[in-house]
């Protein structure tokens, strides 16, 4: 038995021997620093067949320092340059921003509060400090139911061919300002002024031959026909907010903000109408209409920023006051001494208004100069009341017409 065993080992020592191709030892003596360090075979460990020194395992699991065959180690990333203004917030510069632009929606301090390096995202917008502005305005009003003749030719029983004679009031120059105060959270609180006012005349006589001048203020049980009709009126506005918005987004190529106000309006119109001749002698109407209230206004503006600081401009707002109307109304004839008419009339009611806006603007720095066309309107603010028949005399109707104002603003700001 001792002879067959002695057989088996030769046999295994000789098969470990020459199966040098399939070795693979696990680090060289050089990397671990040992000597007479056995292969493992892949037919597996041969501890128990020849004579191998045991290995300690925390020499394995120990770092090994590189040899001269191994690769060198690769050179540490160089971290990429970056710019920001003075005063920036370091979270999100401007290079992690154009490299990964939802950044913005997570980082803290939030985006509105990083200021980027380009040249279309303005330093000045992220600045906390005072704002303000100062706008002129050339408005033109458009009101319906400022009629005070009507002319026919005669050639039908009652009306014949015909035009409707209106009172136009002219275009005019107004202001407004605002001046707030701007936080780096992107909060502006502040105060908005608007003033303006408009004033109109017109006249139209009696067509020759046949014609007629038909009188549409006067009280139909009353006077009807003239000679000569003649209008003149004025219009006064007056608008103060108190005014808070909030940029919601703010990037390099665009601006949204979303702002809210308390209204103040107060619109003053007065007009008088003279006729002379036929049923009149130097008969005048006069109808003063005063409206004030106070209410809520809400809105957004958009600003779409181009290259070398401009940017198209769009704003848009609506709102509703709770408005008090005085509508007086006095007529009188043969030079003032007969009284027709001596009215008044005073209620609340709701008053929508919307206002809109589309320019561009110029940006360097912390000025900006803009221009855009404007456009106002308030909702059935003009009273036309009127008495309707001539048989039942205090027969009464309630009409009510917009007031619009549109035309062109310049605006010159300054944000610090």
């Known amino acids: 038995m001792r002879f067959l065993r002695n057989v088996a080992v030769a046999a295994l020592c000789l098969v470990a021997a020459t199966a040098s191709a399939d070795e693979r030892p696990i680090l060289t003596d050089e990397d671990l620093g040992l000597a007479n360090f ?5 037919y597996g460990p041969l ?4 004579d191998a020194r045991e290995v ?13 065959s191994m690769a060198p180690p690769r050179p540490a990333p160089v971290p990429k340059q970056t710019t920001t203004f003075p005063g920036a917030l370091p979270t999100v510069t401007a290079t992690s921003y154009l490299e990964d632009p939802t950044a913005c929606f997570t980082s803290e301090p939030p985006c509105h509060e990083v200021l980027c390096e380009t040249d279309c995202w303005y330093p000045a917008e992220c600045e906390a400090g005072l704002v303000g502005g100062v706008s002129y305005l050339r408005l033109k009003p458009s009101i319906r139911g400022l009629d005070y003749a009507l002319t026919e030719d005669g050639t039908a029983l009652t009306v014949g061919r015909s035009e409707l004679q209106h009172l136009d ?24 002024y608007l003033t303006t006012d408009f004033i109109g005349t017109d006249s139209v006589e009696r067509p020759p031959g046949i014609g007629q001048l038909f009188a549409t203020r006067s009280h139909p049980d009353g006077n009807e026909e003239g000679d000569i009709a003649q209008a003149d ?30 209204r103040w309006t107060e619109l003053s119109l007065n007009n008088t109408f003279r006729y002379d001749g036929r049923d009149f002698v130097n008969g005048v109407i006069r109808e003063n209409l005063a409206v004030d209230g106070a209410g809520l206004q809400f809105g957004a503006q958009c600003d779409w920023k181009w290259a070398l600081g401009f940017a198209l401009t769009g704003r848009a707002s609506a709102g509703l006051t709770r408005a008090t109307f005085q509508s007086a109304r006095l007529e009188t004839n043969i030079n003032d001494a007969f009284v027709l008419v001596d009215a ?19 940006t360097r720095g912390p000025i900006s100069i803009g221009g855009s066309y404007e456009l106002m ?9 009127m008495f309707i028949d001539d048989i039942h005399e205090a027969s009464f109707g309630p009409f009510s017409k917009d007031i619009l104002l549109d035309g062109f603003s310049l605006t010159l700001s300054y944000s610090r």
Not at 47 to 50: G, I, K, P, Q, R
């Open 169 to 192: 009031l002219d275009s005019d120059s107004g202001l407004r300002a605002f001046l707030g105060y701007r936080t780096r959270a992107g909060w502006t609180a502040g105060v908005r």
């Open 47 to 50: 501890a128990d067949v020849y």
């Open 344 to 362: 008044l009339d005073e209620f609340d009611q709701v008053l929508p208004s919307i206002e809109m806006s589309a320019g561009v603007r110029w």
């Open 56 to 68: 300690d395992l925390s020499v394995f699991l120990a770092p090994v320092a590189p040899s001269s």
């Open 377 to 385: 309107n308030w909702f059935d603010a003009y009273d036309r009341s």
């Open 38 to 42: 056995a292969p493992v075979s892949s």
């Open 233 to 262: 009126g004025s219009l006064d506005v007056q608008v103060f907010d108190l005014e808070a918005s909030k940029c919601v987004i703010r990037g390099p190529f665009a601006n949204v903000s979303l702002f809210g106000a308390v």
